[in-house]
């Protein structure tokens, strides 16, 4: 049976690895739009660029990965857990 807070956690991990994909595709289409204007010749502005996409793109990945580090740590500290209640017995 699985922890309730190990749920949590792989929950809150699933939706950051959401957020973080939907920014990546966020900063691909911002790319891909600025190389279209570039090979169109059309005029370019500063708004064109990334801006805050960077920021968020890593505030994303930071989440992930401190939920996966949790998870990893959750779960080896429920199995101790267990092994010590089994060598009681």
Do not use: F, H
């Not at 805050?52 to 994303?60: N, Q, T």
């Not at 990945?61 to 401190?66: A, D, I």
């Amino acid at each position: 049976m699985k922890n309730a807070n190990l749920m949590i956690l792989e929950a809150e991990r699933d939706q950051a690895k959401k957020q973080l994909a939907g920014q990546i595709k966020t900063i691909k289409n911002i790319i891909s739009n600025l190389e279209r204007k570039i090979e169109n010749n059309e005029t370019l502005y500063y708004e064109d660029g990334l801006q805050s996409s960077g920021v968020y793109l890593d505030a994303y990945l930071s989440k992930l990965t401190t939920y996966q580090r949790a998870i990893e740590q959750m779960t080896l500290a429920m199995k101790d857990s267990e092994q010590k209640c089994e060598t009681q017995i």
